[in-house]
Each structure stands twice: as C-alpha cells, then as structure tokens.
C-alpha cells in the first residue's frame, strides 16, 4: 500500500512539474519550424510597452514587450522585411488551454499599425498576472477583447503564400 501510495504522489509530482514548466515558458515557432523556448527573464530583457483592454466597460493595463519584438528571436519578417510576401505571413497563438488566435504579421508590425500587441507578463502596475498569466496576449484597440488571449503557450510565424514571390505590389 506504501509503495502505492509513493508512485501515485510521484506521479503527481511529476505532472505537477511539467504543467508549471509548461505555464513558465512560451513556446516560439518560426517559418522554418525551429523552436524556441522564452522565459519570462527573456521577455523582461525586452523593451516594455504598456497596453490597456476594455472588458465590460472597465479597463485592464497590462505590460510586457511588443510581440514583435518577441518574434525577432524566430527572425520573423518586420521593420524593412515587412512588404511584398512577407504581408501574407500570419501569427498563430496558442494558449495552454487550446483557444487559438490567428493574427496577421503585418498587424504587428509598428511601421504599419499605431495599436500596440503586447506579450505582456504583468499588468501595468507590475502585479502578476495571477490566473491570465503567466503570458497574456494584449491587442490595444480592440473592441472587444476576444483575442486578449490568457495563457499563452505558443506562438507560432507561418508563412501563408499563394502567389510567387516575385510578384509584387
């Protein structure tokens, strides 16, 4: 019975650690399928922004560094890269639960959208994230905050393309 007892609190150990490694890191996917694990130590290395979301008429400041700055790590397409092909690239985020948010690459991109998208790590004040966290995707100027994504898990670059390359605008 002892010994019982002892594998299933292993086992429990075990999982234990592997959901908080899980809730500790994000996952980062380039065009190329190579992947990268970032820790919230890396995010805060990061130039912060801050960002704020309406829910129910009341508002939420959270930061953290731009996602695309975050993207930079998997050489995602920004800054002078963003034109021609690189305008049907799309972001696909994934938070620990499963729901899934699907973003264009262009919409991330500072030079093109004044709205900030935020992986943020703490609200503005600095306070944890609590049950959002330990990542929160944070669209500024949303609407509704539908794709304000707690728990993200993994972020994804995928290269969506259905002309040539050498066709151009």
């Known amino acids: 019975m002892k010994s019982f007892t002892s594998l299933v609190a292993a086992a429990w150990l075990v999982a234990a650690s592997a959901a908080h490694a899980q809730t500790t890191t994000v996952s980062l996917v380039g065009e190329d399928g190579v992947v990268k694990a970032v820790t919230a130590k890396d ?12 829910h129910e008429g009341k508002p939420y400041g959270f930061r953290g560094p731009l996602l695309s700055d975050v993207l930079k790590a998997v050489n995602a397409p920004l800054g002078k890269e ?9 972001v696909i985020v994934t938070a620990a639960d499963g729901y899934v948010v699907t973003l264009a690459l ?10 900030k998208v935020l992986l943020a790590a703490a609200m503005a004040d600095g306070a944890p994230l609590a049950k959002d966290g330990p990542f929160r995707l944070v669209i500024d100027g949303d609407l509704k905050p539908a794709r304000s ?10 290269r969506i393309r259905t002309a040539p390359a050498s066709t151009a605008h």
Do not use: F, K
């Open 149 to 158: 994504e707690r728990g993200v898990a993994r972020i994804e670059l995928r």
């Open 82 to 90: 963003m034109r021609g092909p690189a305008l049907s690239d799309i």
């Open 106 to 115: 262009s919409d991330l991109e500072p030079s093109i959208r004044a709205t």
């Open 43 to 54: 995010l805060s290395a990061l130039p912060q922004a801050d960002a704020t979301i309406s």
